[in-house]
């Protein structure tokens, strides 16, 4: 009895495994039906575009069910991450650091880039949607980690300054498939703001780093 028992219960796991193996798979491929349903379950809406729903390279590899134990898998992880990288640029004008107190409110907003909007409404970053930044804000995030205290606990060097840029401006080039907005790569910011939120981790003089 136990003999049988425990056949069928390794016949159950294969047949799930099986199962589930089979389901990556078809998922693994454009699924003409999923994308015709996509398309047709959104629309233009004022300065929302459908093109939104596009995927670029990046985004469809993240989107793919994919075993992370995988060696294919961690080879391609690092060639989308080289490939977001080598998209960075440095601010036009040199200056990473802007205005701390700009910052601060970029950093609070989460307006922008919605149906509601137009293009004279400007972007913010919700910032604190997940992340802890100046101490004294009680409402914030924890689904990234606390910036508090950022430019202390990591000094002011020029490396820092280069890691910090890049890694607001497309934080894929670090993580591939990162839960954090890639704010200058779509451009959902501008220069200015970037510079803007480098200030408030990174000027000694931010409230941030007291």
Not at 199 to 208: E, G, I, M, N, T
Request: net charge positive; aromatic share 10%; proline share 4%.
């Amino acid at each position: 009895m136990k003999n049988n028992l425990t056949h069928s219960l390794a016949l159950l796991l294969f047949f799930y495994a099986l199962i589930f193996s089979q389901c990556t798979y078809a998922q693994d491929k454009p699924d003409a039906h999923f994308q015709k349903m996509m398309a047709n379950s959104f629309r233009t809406e004022g300065i929302a575009n459908i093109d939104r729903i596009a995927q670029d390279e990046t985004q469809r590899f993240c989107s793919n069910p994919q075993s992370s134990n995988n060696e294919q898998y961690q080879k391609r992880v690092e060639g989308i991450q080289q490939l977001n990288m080598a998209n960075i640029p440095a601010p036009k004008d040199g200056r990473y650091i802007g205005d701390w107190q700009k910052g601060e409110v970029i950093a609070q907003s989460g307006r922008g880039s919605t149906w509601t909007d137009n293009q004279q409404t400007v972007n913010g970053g919700g910032c604190y949607n997940c992340h802890q930044i100046d101490r004294k804000e009680i409402a914030y995030g924890n689904l990234g980690p606390s910036l508090w205290n950022y430019g202390k606990l990591r000094g002011y060097s020029q490396e820092i300054v280069i890691y910090t840029w890049k890694k607001i401006f497309n934080p894929k080039a670090f993580n591939a498939c990162s839960a954090m907005p890639r704010f200058g790569h779509f451009k959902l910011l501008t220069q200015e703001q970037l510079q803007d939120l480098m200030a408030l981790l990174l000027d000694p003089r931010s409230p941030v780093n007291q």
